[in-house]
């Protein structure tokens, strides 16, 4: 079993930054692959980036590209996603997920409970 918590949201204004972090126990963090997903309200929960084990690839979602960045610590168990030029769209509660495969490009065996983000116009 995987135990993951997010932390780093709130509230920002359009244009500005906010950096997620999600801690990750449970297992051996380095043999994870990690993702981000959202969830807007009254819509449909997205994939927003991810992080492979294996090779450290990274994918995202064409909405974010450009603007966020996935990253990951192994030594601090913990994944990143860096969020710049925010935009009212992005606001969600934002997931960390991890998965066991090391190539899978969307993460979603074990998810956190979720920090909310909210971009202001």
């Known amino acids: 079993q995987v135990q993951l918590v997010e932390s780093g949201g709130g509230l920002v204004q359009a244009g500005g930054s906010l950096r997620l972090s999600c801690a990750a126990s449970?297992?051996?963090?380095?043999?994870?692959?990690m993702g981000w997903f959202r969830q807007a309200p009254g819509k449909d929960r997205e994939f927003v980036a991810a992080?492979?084990?294996?090779?450290?690839?990274?994918y995202y979602a064409d909405s974010v590209k450009g603007r966020y960045t996935v990253s990951r610590d192994n030594a601090k168990n913990t994944v990143y996603l860096q969020m710049n030029s925010l935009k009212p769209e992005d606001t969600a509660v934002y997931y960390c997920?991890?998965?066991?495969?090391?190539?899978?490009?969307?993460?979603?065996?074990?998810w956190g409970q979720g920090t909310q983000v909210t971009v202001s116009s």
């Open positions: 449970g297992r051996t963090f380095s043999r994870l692959s």
């Open positions: 992080i492979r084990w294996d090779d450290g690839s990274t």
């Open positions: 997920t991890a998965d066991r495969n090391p190539v899978t490009a969307r993460p979603n065996d074990y």
